[in-house]
């Protein structure tokens, strides 16, 4: 509606009868009882709260609406004025009150409170006569208005969906007809059961009905109701049936595919059929199918579209346009047969490109959307499915990530060298049907330099071993030797391979922190492991500790014989204050976790000493030397570095502790030998290095007391220099 033309329409005022009729009508105060609490209150009610005037010109009606408060005090304007074009189907309001235009129908503009509180709308006879005659209506005016309303609103919905579902429909005329032999199709090979039915007799029935041949047949045997076996005419597996205790029967729901061509390629439709049969109606039974999903492709096997069979909005059942790939389910498998005589007609375009004919060959029952799906993320899947590798491609429909993380060289156009094998392994790989983990083990073979036997790699597969499992181990034994020490530790322990392994492991860390010499033959490869293993742990009271100290001994070998060698120069006793070293590995770990500090969960520190970068010391307090106080990070000449107490934090005590540690710094600088001075200089370039870098990386702190902080300022403010 052109709101300059409904502003162009003749102002109407109220009439002088209306404000005579509201003068003679003034409000009433009518007690009114809340049914709530009982509370009285007064409330005005009006004879005529609203009065009404119309006018209609140009197939345009203008009608008015007055509120009787505003009448009495002698007031003409109306409060709304509301436009009907009957003919466009629209209507628009205007609030003369707001001075704006509105588009809410009347029943949800807003009105004064006394016209919620009864009495009836005033209007003319003749201008009743006007509306009713408008909108063909004999109804009270009010009603006539809202059911007008409510039919624009409908009528505008519909439009609106109309507007979604007619591309829709569209879409779907593409959809041939079903082919002639669809329902035989479905009732023998879409639905997999089939039925022998037989009379029960003494010694055994002789023939039966078989359900797929359709004619009686020779019964093998003593047949048994319920019992599986195979039909000797069409070889199909099929159930006994006996006549005489089959009541209703209804088969499974399964899932079948039927491809189709269609103007810009072809459509996937997907179907549940089902068998149902009444007792006694073996001979007639009936096949049901009900088609629940379309998907349509271009020929060469792009995803276009999508559509389920379901209610919309609530109205009716009808195709509706969905997400493609909505239909990946993990609750459920889609996967189901696919009927074969339209592929030959599809395959002479794109589609026999995907791949999809292959794998249907070998995998007769399959989803083939997830299949054109994942071809199309990941078209290599037509390599793996031609070069029979269908093991890999049922892995890669659940998931590609493992496979996209398999393969070594993307740009690579021959599958073999985009797996990054040679011709022979690559062979191996086609033989086993091998699977990624399998693939994995042949990758493997390049880095260890040497062949595993087949049945080596299956068993490892089997076990769900993979070649990171073992790094641990290479280097001291090859695959093969790997593989028969856990078979045998396997068998004499009862364990399954993850156990083995953990165990073994675990077994290697605690023997490492025993100072065991962990590249000898007898004790990583103990001949009774888990008895081994065992004995460590009762050894070691705390054996986390003894096992972390391993692990990390491994990797740093010469940090406890440096812890051993730290006493001498660094210990050191005061009156109030002790400088104590650690003797081990362990005892760092331990004054670690009593703290609460990082020094137990980073490498960084243990790789300091190990370069004898700095070292860690503890301070005590002289009169329980025992008790974790303060770990202290110092370089060889004694410049403390860094001083911590739980949780990293530093409490206000330490400075009662500096003229102490000006002290030990005196003696530790007596104490130092040339190495020690040219490794205290090494030390001092090394930090200031990192405390550039750290400044230019701005770096921060993120917990803690001192969150927020720049770590550097921190670390500077720590620093104690050695100037003895
Ligand atoms: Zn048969």
């Given at each position: 509606m052109i709101k300059k033309q409904l502003m162009a329409l003749p102002k109407q005022a109220a009439t002088p009868r209306m404000l005579k009729l509201a003068a003679a009508n003034p409000p009433k105060v009518r007690d009114e009882r809340s049914w709530w609490d009982g509370h009285i209150t007064k409330t005005t009610?009006?004879?005529?709260?609203?009065?009404?005037?119309?006018?209609?010109?140009?197939?345009?009606?203008?009608?008015?609406?007055?509120?009787?408060d505003t009448l009495q005090l002698g007031g003409r304007k109306p409060i709304y004025t509301l436009f009907v074009n009957k003919g466009k189907d629209q209507f628009l309001t205007y609030s003369h009150t707001d001075e704006k235009w509105l588009t809410a129908m009347?029943?949800?503009?807003?009105?004064?409170?006394?016209?919620?509180?009864?009495?009836?709308?005033?209007?003319?006879?003749?201008?009743?006569?006007?509306?009713?005659?408008?909108?063909?209506?004999?109804?009270?005016?009010?009603?006539?208005?809202?059911?007008?309303?409510?039919?624009?609103?409908?009528?505008?919905?519909?439009?609106?969906?109309?507007?979604?579902?007619?591309?829709?429909?569209?879409?779907?005329?593409?959809?041939?007809?079903?082919?002639?032999?669809w329902l035989r199709w479905v009732d023998k090979v879409g639905i997999p059961e089939q039925f022998v039915y037989y009379q029960y007799r003494r010694?055994?029935?002789?023939?039966?009905?078989?359900?797929?041949?359709?004619?009686?047949?020779?019964?093998v045997g003593i047949p048994r109701h319920g019992k599986e076996g195979r039909c000797p005419c069409c070889r199909h597996r099929i159930q006994y049936k006996a006549l005489g205790r089959v009541g209703f029967l209804v088969t499974g729901d399964y899932v079948v595919y039927l491809l189709q061509k269609t103007a810009c390629g072809f459509v996937l439709r997907e179907f549940k059929v089902?068998?149902?049969?009444?007792?006694?109606?073996?001979?007639?039974?009936?096949?049901?199918?009900?088609?629940?999903?379309?998907s349509f492709f271009t020929s060469d096997g792009k995803q276009i579209s999508a559509y389920e069979w379901g209610w919309y909005k609530r109205r009716e059942v009808r195709w509706i346009g969905c997400a493609i790939l909505s239909s990946h389910s993990y609750?459920?498998?889609?996967?189901?047969?696919?009927?074969?005589?339209?592929?030959?007609?599809?395959?002479?375009?794109?589609?026999?490109?995907?791949?999809?004919?292959?794998?249907?060959?070998?995998?007769?029952?399959?989803?083939?959307?997830?299949?054109?799906?994942?071809?199309?993320?990941?078209?290599?899947?037509?390599?793996?499915v031609k070069a029979g590798l269908t093991g890999m491609v049922k892995e890669c429909?659940?998931?590609?990530?493992?496979?996209?993380?398999?393969?070594?060289?993307?740009?690579?156009?021959?599958?073999?060298?985009?797996?990054?094998?040679?011709?022979?392994?690559?062979?191996?790989?086609?033989?086993?049907n091998g699977t990624i983990a399998f693939l994995r083990w042949l990758q493997f073979e390049a880095l260890v330099k040497a062949a595993i036997p087949d049945k080596v790699i299956l068993w490892m597969c089997e076990h769900d071993v993979k070649p990171k499992d073992i790094e641990f181990i290479i280097g001291r034994m090859n695959v093969v030797q790997v593989y028969n020490y856990m078979r045998r530790q396997m068998f004499v322990y009862h364990m399954n391979a993850r156990e083995m392994l953990t165990t073994w492991q675990d077994y290697l860390n605690m023997a490492a922190g025993f100072h065991y010499n962990v590249n000898e033959e007898i004790v990583?490869?103990?001949?009774?492991?888990?008895?081994?293993?065992?004995?460590?742990?009762?050894?070691?009271?705390?054996?986390?500790?003894?096992?972390?100290?391993?692990?990390?001994?491994?990797?740093?070998?010469?940090?406890?014989?440096?812890?051993?060698?730290?006493?001498?120069?660094?210990?050191?006793?005061?009156?109030?204050?002790?400088?104590?070293?650690?003797?081990?590995?362990?005892?760092?770990?331990?004054?670690?976790?009593?703290?609460?500090?990082?020094?137990?969960?980073?490498?960084?520190?243990?790789?300091?000493?190990?370069?004898?970068?700095?070292?860690?010391?503890f301070l005590r307090k002289t009169e329980d030397t025992q008790e974790a106080y303060y770990t202290m990070e110092v370089e060889p000449n004694g410049t403390?570095?860094?001083?911590?107490?739980?949780?990293?934090?530093?409490?206000?005590?330490?400075?009662?502790?500096?003229?102490?540690?000006?002290?030990?710094?005196?003696?530790?600088?007596?104490?130092?030998?040339?190495?020690?001075?040219?490794?205290?200089?090494?030390?001092?370039?090394?930090?200031?290095?990192?405390?550039?870098?750290?400044?230019?990386?701005?770096?921060?702190?993120?917990?803690?007391?001192?969150?927020?902080?720049l770590l550097v300022d921190v670390l500077t403010a720590d620093l104690l220099e050695n100037a003895a």
């Open positions: 009610v009006y004879r005529y709260p609203l009065y009404l005037r119309c006018i209609v010109q140009d197939g345009i009606a203008a009608i008015s609406f007055y509120a009787a009347l029943k949800n503009l807003s009105w004064p409170s006394y016209y919620y509180k009864g009495g009836e709308t005033w209007i003319s006879t003749a201008d009743r006569k006007r509306l009713q005659s408008y909108f063909g209506s004999t109804e009270g005016v009010e009603r006539t208005i809202n059911e007008f309303q409510e039919g624009v609103r409908q009528r505008q919905l519909l439009a609106r969906q109309k507007r979604e579902t007619d591309p829709w429909d569209e879409e779907q005329k593409q959809v041939p007809e079903l082919p002639k032999d010694g055994g029935a002789k023939t039966g009905y078989c359900s797929y041949c359709e004619k009686e047949v020779p019964i089902w068998c149902r049969q009444c007792k006694g109606e073996y001979l007639t039974p009936k096949t049901n199918y009900h088609e629940i999903r379309r609750y459920w498998t889609h996967d189901g047969r696919v009927y074969g005589k339209t592929l030959p007609q599809l395959m002479k375009s794109g589609l026999s490109r995907t791949g999809l004919k292959e794998y249907l060959a070998d995998h007769a029952i399959l989803d083939p959307e997830d299949y054109l799906a994942v071809y199309n993320r990941f078209p290599r899947i037509e390599q793996l429909i659940r998931s590609t990530y493992d496979y996209e993380q398999a393969i070594c060289n993307k740009q690579a156009g021959s599958l073999k060298k985009a797996l990054g094998l040679n011709g022979p392994q690559f062979k191996r790989l086609r033989e086993n990583y490869r103990a001949a009774k492991l888990k008895k081994r293993h065992d004995e460590l742990v009762r050894r070691s009271n705390h054996r986390d500790t003894v096992s972390r100290a391993g692990q990390l001994l491994q990797k740093f070998p010469h940090v406890d014989d440096i812890c051993k060698t730290l006493s001498e120069k660094y210990e050191y006793a005061g009156d109030v204050y002790t400088i104590l070293a650690p003797k081990s590995l362990v005892d760092i770990i331990e004054e670690g976790d009593t703290l609460h500090h990082c020094i137990a969960s980073s490498d960084r520190y243990i790789e300091r000493i190990e370069r004898h970068e700095s070292y860690l010391l403390v570095r860094q001083i911590r107490t739980e949780y990293d934090k530093q409490n206000k005590d330490i400075d009662d502790a500096r003229a102490f540690l000006r002290e030990w710094q005196g003696v530790v600088a007596k104490r130092l030998n040339d190495t020690d001075r040219k490794r205290a200089e090494r030390s001092r370039v090394l930090r200031e290095e990192e405390f550039v870098q750290m400044r230019n990386d701005q770096i921060k702190i993120n917990h803690g007391d001192l969150a927020g902080k």
